[in-house]
């Protein structure tokens, strides 16, 4: 079997979605017999022995923490470590690739929404991401995607050769994704200051892509004549200014929370607590936040945009991302109890169907084709 060397080093700080398939697809290697290396930042290398005890953890500089310093390593010092490691092949899990890596090299795009939605990002960041999914479509032998929404995508804008793009879907770890006790739903509720208040929950950064403002607007107009509404969750993210503005826009009687990030631990509560999961994103590469929330046993409102419909399937509710549109999708959930209940049990059952083992041997097979 070849060594597969993962630049767990490229994963950002904010340790939202990525981390977790990272984690993921790294304990799923390790269940497979992968012969595997990682290389990640120091403070990381505890928890990546624990996740694959038979894997060579190594440890780059103390500079790459830096952003910057990482990227001018990674394209000289990680095709050294990957020598020096034995490694036959490299995957870079994060866009950005050693463009001379002297070894084949696959990498993961998950998004193709910086050319397809560039307003609902940063220009700085949609810049960034542009420049280095063309150079990683160019260089690296083989591209992974988390859905065929996303491969599309890149042939169609980026004219991508589809037999060098391979779908391996995510996983979702069903030991800390799972229908909550009481006392787990709890716990998360008391976190956020609610108590025994009824919620929707929205889980994610706030950044433009996710739609939070109509989000707000629905929300505010499908509980504006409920005796007793529930509130409005917003876990995770940094607070946009968009955000803000949609707040105010709504009546002092509608209660939005925004508790920031959430531990790890509080999101089964969190989730699996919630009247309605709502996840009217823009566009999505994979959609994360709905497979976690379907596994915890959460009825989930999403658009029929990019991947979602593959991850949702006939498990989740649909709306248009339009402010109108989340009002009467979620208005009629909050409504229909019996529709939830189906949801619930619908959504179980689909995150059963997305293993991270799966998408080990999926990638496993990338690998392989790479080194071909």
Same mark, same amino acid.
Request: with cysteine; aromatic share 6%; charged share 20%.
């Given at each position: ?24 697809? /790294?304990?799923?290697?390790? &269940? ?6 990682? /290389? ?6 505890e928890r990546y022995r624990r996740l694959a005890p038979s894997a060579h ?9 830096? &952003? ?14 990957? &020598? ?7 995957? @870079?899990?994060?866009? $950005?690739?050693?463009?001379?890596? +002297? ?13 397809? =939605? %560039? ?26 995607? %988390? $859905? ?11 004219? @991508?050769?589809?037999?060098? #793009?391979?779908?391996?879907?995510? +996983? ?8 909550? $006790? ?17 919620? /929707? ?14 989000? #707000? ?62 996840? %009217? ?8 936040? /709905? ?28 709306? =248009? %991302?339009?402010?109108?549109? #989340? ?10 109890? =019996?529709? &939830?209940?189906?949801?619930? @049990? ?13 998408? @080990? ?12």
């Amino acid at each position: 079997m070849p060594r597969v060397l993962v630049d767990a080093a490229a994963v950002p700080a904010d340790r939202g979605a990525l981390i977790r398939y990272v984690d993921g697809l /790294v304990a799923g290697l390790h &269940r497979a017999g992968a012969d595997l290396a990682v /290389v990640c930042q120091r403070a990381e290398a505890e928890r990546y022995r624990r996740l694959a005890p038979s894997a060579h953890v190594i440890t780059g500089p103390v500079s790459i923490t830096n &952003r910057a310093a990482r990227l001018a390593w990674e394209q000289t010092g990680l095709p050294l470590l990957a &020598r020096q490691a034995g490694a036959d092949v490299i995957h @870079a899990p994060y866009y $950005s690739i050693p463009i001379r890596a +002297g070894l084949p090299t696959v990498v993961t795009i998950h998004d193709a929404t910086w050319f397809t =939605e %560039p307003e609902q990002h940063s220009a700085v960041r949609a810049s960034f991401f542009r420049s280095a999914t063309r150079t990683a479509i160019r260089h690296a032998k083989r591209v992974i995607v %988390p $859905s065929k929404a996303t491969r599309d995508e890149l042939v169609r804008v980026l004219a @991508a050769d589809p037999t060098r #793009i391979d779908v391996a879907y995510h +996983g979702v770890d069903l030991s800390l994704f799972h229908p909550p $006790s009481a006392e787990e739903v709890a716990r998360a509720a008391t976190r956020c200051g609610l108590h025994a208040q009824p919620y /929707v929950a929205f889980l994610g950064a706030l950044d433009p892509r996710k739609n939070v403002p109509n989000l #707000i607007r629905g929300f505010a107009r499908a509980v504006k004549s409920l005796p007793e509404p529930p509130a409005l969750v917003l876990g995770g993210g940094v607070h946009e200014d968009d955000v803000d503005a949609a707040c105010r826009e709504v009546e002092a009687t509608v209660k939005v929370v925004r508790p920031g990030f959430l531990r790890a631990p509080d999101l089964p509560g969190f989730l699996g607590g919630a009247l309605v999961v709502a996840f %009217p994103s823009r566009g999505e590469g994979f959609g994360m936040p /709905v497979l976690e929330a379907m596994a915890c046993g959460a009825p989930v409102l999403t658009t029929h945009r990019t991947s979602l419909p593959e991850v949702g399937g006939d498990a989740v509710a649909y709306t =248009e %991302p339009d402010a109108d549109s #989340i009002a009467t999708a979620l208005g009629q959930l909050l409504a229909a109890p =019996e529709r &939830r209940r189906e949801l619930r @049990a619908a959504g179980l059952a689909r995150a059963r169907e997305f293993t991270w083992d799966a998408s @080990a041997e999926a990638h496993l097979s990338t690998y392989q084709r790479a080194i071909e």
